[in-house]
C-alpha cells in the first residue's frame, strides 16, 4: 500500500463527499486521506488529505461553520484542538483520495465533433420552491423570432410542474432552478435542493428523474445543488450545471443511464448556454467570468468578465444565467450589480442594457435579475428576482415594462415569490398554446417560481427589515438591499432616502382608505366640535403636543397604505439609524398620525431583520435553568473537560484534563503533554477507571478529542455511555466548568513563575478542594466517597475505635455512607431548587415548534461589526425544550442549539 504526504499547497483537484463513514475513518484506497466530517453536519464528511499543520489553518465562523476562502471548507481535525476549522479541500478529487468502491472512474468527455443547427432554443427559468408556473425557457440557441412590441401575456399562469407542495415525491419539486423546454414542450427542470434534474411532460402529474436523484454527494451517478440544465440535441443529452460539485456534467438521455460523465471540473458553475456551433459558454459565479468551450477543450476562453469582482464596465459581480445569439454575442444576469451585461464577440468590456442603476423597484432598476432571453431585435426579458417580476427592455431602452408579476410575493395565480430561470417554448403549429391564454403568435412564458417558503427567505434577504410590501416605492425612495456598488460607495447621496411625500399621491391613497373616507364624512356632518380636519383635499388629526398647551397641531392621516413607506424612511434610512421605538416614535409624532401608531411602529422595528441580527439583548438570555437530576450515588454520572492550553512545563505538560463526579463533586486532575483523542483515553483510563472504577455515564462537550471513534470504541469496550453537551452552551456541564474556573487561579497562586512548575502543584489543590467542604452537599467530596474525614498533617491523634471482628467496620461504614449520602442528595436537591428559583426569576422562556423560522446566535466574532445572530433565517426541524435542531434555508445544513442562543424572527403584520 502506498503512502502520500499532502501539502496545503498542492490543494489543486476537487474533493468527495463521505456519507456514512465514522469520523477520521477511511474513505480511499489512499491511507493518506480519511473522512473529516463537516462542521455542523450529521454524517456527512469530505475525504481528503491528512495535514498536521493546524498553524496554518483558521477557525471557522460560528454559528454558520462558514470559511471566508471559497475552497475551504469547514471541518473537524483530530489534531486542532477543539475548534472547526477550515481546511482548503475542495479541490482534492479521486485522483489523489481515490474512493474504496467506484463504478466509473473517467473524468473525461470526448464531445461530438460534427455540428448541426439545434432546433430549439433555451433560455433560464423562473426557478420556485414547489412550482413551476407558466408564464419561459431554451438553450441551445436557435432564431428567436422578434415577439410583436404590442404582446401581452395573461398575468394568471396555470401550473404545469409541481404545485403539490415541497418534497422529494415525483409530483413534487424543492426550489427548481434551470427551466429547458423541448421541442414538443417537454420541460426539463434543474430540481435544486432535490439534487436532480426531472422531466416533466406536458398533462403530466408526476414527472420522471432523468439525472441524479441519488441524494447530495459527488459520485457519478449523483448531483449537489444543480442550478443549470440544456439539452444537447448533437450527443441526445443533457449538459448540468453541478454547482456545489464544482463541476459540468454530461448525462445522456439514453434510457438505462444510471451516471453522468465530467465534461468540465473545477468550476462554480451558475448558468449554461450553447450557441449554433455547438461551443458550451458557463457563468462562474466565484471567478466573476464567463468562459467558451469548445470540443475537448477544459480550460475555454473568457468572453465576459475575467478581472476580478467589481462592476466595472470589464467586470462582472456574480454572474448567473446568459444568453448567447447567432453573432456569439453573450449576455449575461450580472446579478450583484443589479444589471443585464452584453458582451460582443471579442470585446474586453461588457455594454449595459439593462439595470445599472442600483437595487431597486422603479422601472430603470433591477434587483438581483437572474434567467434572460433576447429576441431577434435585442428586445431583453429578464427575470428580476429581488422585484419578484419579468421585464421586457427593448434595445437601447433606458427602462423597462413588467409582462409577468410584480403583484408583490405569494402563490397566486398572478404571482411570483422570486423568479429565477425561465424561457421560452417554441410553438407548435399543429397544437394549441397549452400553457397559458395568450394572443396567437405569442410564445408562452414558462417560469420556475418560488412558493411561500422561499419567498420569506428572499424576501428577508430583499426587504430586510418587513414582510409586507409598500404600494410606492417611487415616491419615498428606499436605501438599497444587500450589496451597494463602487459607484455608491463613492457618492452617499445614492444611499440615502429622499424623505420626500407626494401630497398628490397622499390623496390618493386616502381616496383609497375606507377608515379615512368614514372620519371625513363625519368632520363634514360637524366640523366644529370633530378632532380633524379635512382641508385641501387632505385629512389632518388635530393633537395637542405639550400638557396646559390648548393649542392644536395639524398631523398628515396617514393612510394605511403608506405606513411601511414612512416607517422604512424613519427606521431603516442610513439617517434614521436602525434606532428603536421610541427614538422613531418621536421623529414622527409631530408630522403624521395614525390609528395604533405605537403599536405599528413597535411591530415594524420588531420585524426589521437588521435589527434582529444586530441588536444586544439587555433583557435575560431565554430558557429556564433544566438541572441535572441528582445521581443516586458516587460515579454513576461523571463530567468531563479539558482546560488549557497553559504555558508548557519542564515535563512537557500544557493541559489538565478533569473529571468531576456529580454526587460527591470528587474531582481528578490529570496533567498532560496535549489533548488528543489518544491522550484523553490514556488518561481516562489510568487515572480514573483503574481507580475508581467505571462510570456509569461520561458528560462532555462535543470537542474532537471526546468526540471520536476512539472514545467511542472505548465506551463500548469497557461498558460506559458517552454523553455530549449542547454546543457553545457549556453550563449543560457546568460542575466541571466550576471546578476549571476555581483552580486555575489556585494553581496561578502557587506556581514558581521562574520555572513555570504549574503542573507540580496540581495534586496537592486538587487534594485541597477534594477535603474541603461542598457548599452544595455541605460534606467534603472526600467524606461522602470515603465516609470517614481525612487526616491532615495538622491533625492531631485520632480517637480509636474497636470492633469486635472486621465486618462489623463494614457495617457500620455502610450505615454511616447511606445516611450521609441521603443526606448529602437532599442538600443537592435543595440546593437546585434555590439556583433555578433564583435563575429562573423574570427569565422569558419561549417554546419554538417545528418549522418555526428563527435566528441563531453566531459565537467567535472576528470583527466588531459581525451581525450577532445568523444572516440567513434557520428553520426549527426537531424540538426537545430547551434544546433544538435548526437548518440553515440556503446550506441545508443542521445544527443543535440551546434555546439560549435562539431568537425569534418577529413578521409586521402592518397591512
Known sequence: MSFYLFSISLVRVKSQFCQGIPQYNQCSLNSACACFH???????????????????????????????????????????????????????????????????????TSMPTTTSMPTTMSMPTTTSMSTITTTARTTQQLVIPNIPVDARWAQNGVTVAGGHGEGSATNQLREPWGLFIDDDQTMIIADFYNHRIIQWKVGDTNGLVVAGGNGPGNRLNQLYWPTDVLIDKEADSLIICDQWNLRVVRWSRRSGTTQGEILIDNITCAGLAMDDQRYLYISDATEHEVRRYKIGDKNGTIVAGGNGQGAGLNQLNFPTYIFVDQQQTVYVSDKKNHRVVKWNKGAKEGIVVAGDQGNGTALTQLSYPQGLFVDTLGTIYVADTGNRRVMRWPTGAKQGTVIVGGNDVGNGANQFNGPIDYGIAKRDKREPAVMGHVPDGIPPLAGAIVTRSKAKQLQLKQDQNSTTTPTDRNKITLPPIEEETDQMKEDPSQIIAKNTLDIELLKIEQGKDSDIQHTIAEVMKNPIKSTYEFKDGLLYKLMIMREGCNTKKKLIYLPSSMINDLLQVYHSDPLSGHFGVQRTYLKIKNKYWWPNMKQSITQYIQSCLPCQQYNISRSKKPGRLQPIPSPEGPFQLIGMDYCGPFKQTPRGNQYVLCLTDYFTRWVVAAAVPDCSAQTTAEALFNDYICKYGVPAVILSDQGTHFHNQLMEAMSKLIGYNHTYSTTYHPQSNGMIERFNATFVPQIAKLQDKENNNWDEFLSPVVFAYNTGTHSTTQYSPFQLLYGREPRLPTDGKKSSFTFRKPNDYYEQLKKSMKLIHGYARENIIRKQHQYKTQYDKRRPDPHYTINDRVLVRRHGLKYKLEPKFSITPQIIIRAQHPVYVVRDEITQIETQVHINDIRPIYVSKLN
Do not use: W
Open 38 to 108: 463537516i462542521a455542523g453536519a450529521i454524517n456527512t464528511g469530505i475525504c481528503t488529505a491528512i495535514s498536521t499543520d493546524c498553524s496554518k489553518l483558521v477557525a471557522c465562523k460560528s454559528p454558520d461553520n462558514l470559511c471566508d476562502e471559497p475552497n475551504q471548507r469547514c471541518i473537524h481535525h483530530p489534531l486542532c484542538h477543539n475548534r472547526p476549522v477550515c481546511y482548503p479541500v475542495p479541490r482534492f478529487n479521486q485522483q489523489l483520495c481515490p474512493p474504496i468502491a467506484m463504478t466509473n472512474t473517467s473524468t473525461t
